[in-house]
């Protein structure tokens, strides 16, 4: 079965930096497109940045230039790193795919004090 299993989120001061991982264990990693998203009480779940399998990369534009996402084939994981961290980047962070359907991790919770 699919799994993706998010870690590194955490309390952190604003402007400071965070590495979150997503391990993927049940498909074919290097053909997996990989996406993160995040949302916060009571909003809807925002994409945040994606990449293609042969690693080609998109942002949302209040990101961009502060978060890079990458992965590791040789790993089965995708990275998000986050650095100038704002309190509005406050939120609960999902690694996803669609491998025949969409799935998703279980999140992360990331919390930028100001």
């Known amino acids: 079965q699919v799994q993706l299993v998010e870690s590194g989120g955490g309390l952190v001061q604003a402007g400071g930096s965070l590495r979150l991982s997503c391990a993927a264990s049940?498909?074919?990693?290097?053909?997996?497109?990989m996406a993160w998203y995040r949302q916060c009480p009571g909003e809807q779940r925002d994409l945040v940045a994606t990449?293609?399998?042969?690693?080609?990369?998109t942002y949302a534009d209040s990101v961009k230039g502060r978060f890079t996402i990458s992965r590791d084939n040789a790993k089965n994981t995708v990275y998000l790193q986050m650095n100038s961290l704002i309190p509005e980047d406050t939120a609960v962070y999902y690694c996803?795919?669609?491998?025949?359907?969409?799935?998703w991790g279980q999140g992360t919770q990331v919390t930028v004090s100001s």
């Open positions: 996803t795919t669609f491998w025949g359907r969409q799935y």
């Open positions: 049940g498909i074919i990693f290097s053909s997996a497109g």
């Open positions: 990449i293609t399998s042969p690693g080609t990369t």
